[in-house]
């Protein structure tokens, strides 16, 4: 099947489970995965994390304004790719201090990702809930839920939401420690459930970390990653939240940290991924600036 027929059905294709990723020189994967992606990819995935845009002066070493010209390279590599799905992975706009600004500011750069792809998917961050509640984010970016999964072709995709306190209430408007980040019981129940009724090969997506017990970690990981585990077919989870690159393999799923695009100034400091899936059943994340390159056999 053409990459094109699975866009239109709105599917991805993934073989087996994956292997030990190998970390690849960035130089050198491009060079040599180049022609092997042109010749055979199935589908393509642009990946962005912690874009933080908000019109308001630097702080630190967080260049809010700047976002818009670093997707904007992002966004002429993916279309240059012709990729088939963009995932961003939580924290899409920095905190304002009134409602209409920050749904000024989901409206301005989800102006940008649209234009990329309609086929999009956004995973809830922190900062996304911090002046707004969570059905005025979702209703900005046009998503209906804030998790879900859908099958497309060969895999089984899964969007969860850790913004929940302790107490299970849900963030927004600033009423939560962004320490405190939980899947909510619900959720957990709708997992298992969601997870038991699927024999694909499935991939996460989440913002905050489920291999660490940091303050950047889900409180509740270890109980989730059980529940992945005992799945028996999750092959990896993608994650933003801590800003810079990481990768842990535990219990034979790879959990793998995406560099912050926020994060310094000019070119050199952007940071944003493709992740490639070959008709051989390996995949690829070819990192472009910051982020890291990772490939699976």
Not at 71 to 76: D, G, I, L, T
Not at 96 to 116: H, P, W
Request: proline share 1%; charged share 20%; with cysteine.
């Amino acid at each position: 099947m053409k990459r094109r027929t699975f866009l239109q059905t709105g599917t991805l294709l993934l073989g087996s489970l994956w292997n030990e990723p190998m970390n690849w020189a960035q130089e050198t994967f491009h060079s040599d995965a180049t022609n092997h992606e042109a010749t055979d990819a199935v589908v393509k995935i642009g990946l962005v994390t912690d874009l933080h845009y908000a019109d308001k002066p630097t702080a630190g070493t967080r260049h809010y304004r700047e976002t818009l010209d670093k997707f904007a390279a992002a966004a002429a590599e993916f279309q240059n790719a012709e990729i088939d799905l963009l995932v961003e992975l939580g924290d899409l706009v920095d905190a304002a201090d009134e409602i209409e600004t920050e749904k000024q500011y989901v409206r301005r750069i989800n102006r940008e990702l649209s234009a990329v792809t309609k086929q999009r998917h956004y995973v809830l961050g922190n900062h996304c809930v911090h002046s707004l509640n969570k059905n005025e984010f979702l209703g900005e970016v046009e998503q209906l839920k804030s998790f879900y999964s859908f099958d497309a072709g060969g895999i089984h995709l899964v969007v969860l939401d850790a913004c929940f306190r302790s107490d299970g209430q849900p963030y927004g408007r600033q009423n939560f420690q962004w320490t405190d980040a939980n899947i909510s019981n619900e959720q957990v129940e709708w997992l298992k459930a969601d997870l038991q009724a699927n024999s694909k090969p499935t991939i996460v997506f989440v913002h905050q970390r489920l291999d660490v017990h940091n303050a950047y970690g889900i409180k509740n990981a270890a109980a989730v990653r059980q529940i992945l585990e005992n799945a028996g077919n999750v092959s990896a989870v993608f994650q933003g939240h801590s800003h810079k690159n990481d990768h842990q393999q535990i219990n034979g799923i790879d959990y793998v940290t995406l560099v912050a695009m926020v994060e310094g100034s000019g070119e050199a400091n952007n940071g944003y991924s493709i992740l490639t899936i070959h008709r051989d059943e390996s995949m690829a994340l070819t990192g472009f600036h910051q982020q890291a390159s990772r490939m699976w056999q």
